[in-house]
C-alpha cells in the first residue's frame, strides 16, 4: 500500500524555539494532507488541511500564526510550530490520501506520528 | 464539535472473550473506518465499510454500520492480549477526505 513517511518520530525542543515536523508522501503525489494533534489519552483533533500550493486550512481554535504548514510540493508537507511552549507538546500525525481515488472508497495513508516534548 | 463520540471510553476483558466497541457520528458519510493504535505508536487501518454497507468481516474483526442510527460497531472475537490498544472509529464525509475521529476506546485484554 501507500506510505506516508513522517519525519522526526520524535523530538525534544526548548521553549521559545521552532520545530519543523516532515511529511512525505512516499509513491504517490498528494495534493492534499491533513494535520492531525493527539494529547495523551485522547483522540485525534484534525488541525488542519494541507493543500499543495496554497493556504492551509485552519479548524476552528487552531492558530494560523502558531502552527506553519507549508506544502511546496506534490509530495511535501511540514508543520512548523512556531515558539513551541510546553503546551504544544503533543503527538502530531498528518494523513494523505491519492486524488487518483478521489471520490472512491479507499483510506487515507498516515504517517508514523512525531512525539514533540517542549521543555 | 463534528468529533464522534464512542463507547466505552475504556473495556478490560479476559483473553478469549469478545470485545465490543461502538461509535456514533453526527453527519453523512462516504465511509467509515476502523483504526487501532498501540500506545504513543501510529495508526493501524483495520477496516473500512461504505456507507451502503451493513457488515464487514475481517478474521476476527467485525464490524456493522447503521446509517440510520449514525452508528457504528466493532467486534473483536477471541481477544489475545496483543489486543490491547486504543481503538478510533473515522469517519469520511462525502466529497472529502478530511477525516472526523470518534474518541477512542481503550481495551485492556488481560491474559
Known amino acids: 500500500g501507500a506510505v506516508v513517511s513522517q519525519h522526526p518520530s520524535w523530538v525534544i525542543c526548548k521553549s521559545g524555539t521552532s520545530v519543523k515536523i516532515e511529511c512525505r508522501s512516499l509513491?504517490?503525489?498528494?495534493?492534499?494532507m491533513f494535520w492531525y494533534r493527539q494529547f495523551p489519552k485522547q483522540s485525534l483533533m484534525l488541525m488542519a488541511t494541507?493543500?499543495?500550493?496554497?493556504?492551509?486550512?485552519?479548524e476552528q481554535g487552531v492558530e494560523k500564526d502558531k502552527f506553519l504548514i507549508n506544502h511546496a510540493s506534490l509530495t511535501l508537507s511540514t508543520l512548523t510550530v512556531t515558539s513551541a511552549h510546553p503546551e504544544d507538546s503533543s503527538f502530531y500525525i498528518c494523513s494523505a490520501s491519492n486524488p487518483l481515488f478521489a471520490g472512491t472508497n479507499t483510506e487515507a495513508f498516515f504517517g508514523q506520528g512525531t512525539r514533540l516534548t517542549v521543555v | 464539535s463534528q468529533q464522534g463520540e464512542e463507547d466505552p471510553q475504556a473495556l478490560s476483558i479476559q483473553e478469549g472473550e469478545n470485545a465490543t466497541m461502538n461509535c456514533s457520528y453526527k453527519?453523512?458519510?462516504?465511509?467509515l473506518q476502523w483504526y487501532r493504535q498501540n500506545s504513543g505508536r501510529g495508526l493501524v487501518h483495520l477496516i473500512l465499510?461504505?456507507?451502503?454497507?451493513r457488515e464487514k468481516h475481517s478474521g476476527r474483526l467485525r464490524v456493522t454500520l447503521d446509517t440510520s442510527k449514525k452508528s457504528s460497531s466493532l467486534l473483536i472475537t477471541a481477544s489475545r492480549a496483543a489486543d490491547t490498544a486504543s481503538y478510533f472509529c473515522a469517519t469520511v464525509g462525502r466529497g472529502t477526505y478530511k477525516y472526523i475521529f470518534g474518541t477512542g476506546t481503550r481495551l485492556k485484554v488481560l491474559a
Open positions: 453527519t453523512s458519510i462516504n465511509n
Open positions: 465499510i461504505r456507507s451502503n454497507e
Open positions: 509513491d504517490f503525489q498528494a495534493t492534499t
Open positions: 494541507s493543500n499543495e500550493g496554497s493556504k492551509a486550512t485552519y
